[in-house]
């Protein structure tokens, strides 16, 4: 079990930070919009370990060899979006927060989520309860994301613009980090 919190733990820092980034951006910040976040980052991050664990041994090999692209694809675009968002005219959004639409909440909760795929591959040649390990992995996720939110909350109230256009820059850093940790440049 406890193995399985460290893994927990591990695998939900991708959340956190992309959560505190996503703090960062907005503006007024409803319990609801923490609420959503922690479904959103927590149920994808455990939705992919069970995904990973069923398919192990048939697709694991294709995902590997592809999975670095898809996640310098995903922080790309939405670091760019970041960066072009802080330099547009600023908005007041009245009732429903856009930034944490499907549009916006789910290429975040993917990204941050296919390292959960390997981990369930793992999972399926380890002894663990899959169902518990999931279920564990999900809402420490949640709750850090959540947490994430805030604490990016806090520290964007006084510099939105300029922590939109860092955590953009972050994003894309990540996706290139990625990049070329999977490509041999850059040591793992």
């Given amino acids: 079990m406890l193995q399985t919190l460290i893994i927990a733990i591990s695998v939900s820092m991708d959340a956190f930070a992309v959560a505190v980034g996503k703090g960062l951006t907005v503006r007024r910040l409803r319990a609801q919009d923490a609420l959503k976040t922690a479904l959103w980052f927590g149920g994808f991050q455990a939705l992919f370990p069970i995904l990973g664990f069923f398919a192990a041994s048939t697709f694991s090999s294709y995902v590997e060899a592809f999975d670095h692209w898809i996640i310098f694809a995903l922080l790309l675009l939405i670091g760019g979006n970041m960066v072009r968002e802080a330099f547009g005219e600023d908005e007041e959004n009245e ?3 856009p930034d944490f639409d499907w549009r916006h909440m789910l290429p975040l909760a993917v990204a941050t ?6 981990v369930g591959v793992s999972f399926a040649f380890m002894e663990v309860n899959i169902w518990l390990s999931v279920a564990l992995i999900g809402v420490t996720t949640g709750l850090f994301s959540a947490g994430g939110l805030c604490i990016g909350r806090l520290f964007g ?3 939105q613009k300029p922590a939109q256009i860092a955590g953009g ?3 894309i850093a990540i996706g290139f980090k990625v ?5 041999g ?3 793992l």
């Fill in 179 to 183: 990049l070329l940790e999977h490509m």
């Fill in 95 to 97: 009732g429903e927060t």
């Fill in 157 to 159: 109230a006084r510099w």
């Fill in 113 to 118: 989520s296919i390292d959960a795929f390997a």
């Fill in 169 to 171: 820059v972050v994003l």
């Fill in 185 to 187: 440049i850059l040591a």
